[in-house]
């Protein structure tokens, strides 16, 4: 709730594991964790401090829920966000779950961050839902150095609508790594993003064809920087089956720097 500030929840299996960390027949109503207050840490940087979350829930609930204008400041790293205990096998649970969610207000929510140990591996129930979904949030938004769609051992997992919204409110999406987003790997309706050194649709090889079913990334608003002149601004984008990158609509959007094939 609001004012429940300055927490860890660390070391947690949520939702549909058992106590092993695999597929089990127990289920969550709404979230898997609820995030109102401020500068609250979930996961951490150790394998112990993990959060291994697999909720089954209502269409339209979320395994992590950033909710709130009091919902400032609170990291998100080190978890596995929709798999068991390995990162490496998608729980299936349910329809329309998001990944994690960050809406109502809530500013400077960090997912991920620049460390080797900060990543999250992040999927949705399935097809119908965002790994990451960012709606009428406040500033400071950072997603970084995540696997969305890729497992933990550098797999593909696949298994969300898209890897990253952003509906409303600017996002730093940095350094990620995505893949077989059945629309759009990136949906940028809400301007202002910066969108820099992501792996789209690929292996580390940049061979293996992990491209989204329809567009890679989605530009329907103003002033995105995608990629970028200094060394790792550039995204690699492969293999599309559709427009690696479409600006719909917007003014003021700036592509640079990317390697774009397949």
Not at 131 to 149: E, P
Request: charged share 5%; glycine share 18%.
């Amino acid at each position: 709730e609001a004012g429940s500030d300055g927490n860890t929840i660390a070391g947690n299996y949520i939702g549909q594991l058992n106590s092993s960390g695999t597929a089990g027949t127990h289920t969550v109503a709404l979230s898997g964790i609820y995030v109102a207050g401020a500068n609250n840490n979930l996961g951490g940087l150790t394998a112990a401090d993990r959060n291994v979350i697999a909720v089954t829930a209502a269409s339209g609930s979320n395994m992590v829920y950033v909710n709130g204008s009091a919902a400032t400041g609170n990291i998100i790293r080190g978890n596995y966000i929709g798999t068991d205990a390995t990162g490496t096998t998608k729980i299936a649970n349910g329809s329309g779950i998001t990944g994690v969610a960050v809406i109502g207000g809530a500013a400077n929510t960090v997912i991920g961050g620049p460390g080797a140990n900060d990543f999250n591996v992040i999927t949705a129930s399935d097809s119908s839902a965002a790994a990451v979904y960012v709606q009428t949030a406040g500033s400071g938004t950072v997603v970084q150095g995540n696997r969305l769609g890729v497992t933990a051992a550098g797999t593909q997992l696949g298994g969300a609508s898209s890897a990253v919204t952003a509906a409303t409110g600017a996002v730093s999406i940095l350094n990620n790594w995505m893949s077989a987003a059945t629309g759009f790997n990136i949906l940028l309706t809400a301007g202002g993003s910066t969108v820099q050194g992501n792996r789209i649709g690929t292996d580390m090889a940049g061979t293996a064809n992990w491209g989204s079913s329809s567009l890679s990334i989605y530009v329907a608003s103003s002033n995105n920087l995608i990629g970028g002149t200094g060394a790792g601004e550039g995204n690699v984008v492969a293999f599309s089956n559709n427009d690696a990158i479409q600006i719909a609509s917007g003014t003021g959007n700036a592509l640079l720097g990317n390697l774009i094939y397949g």
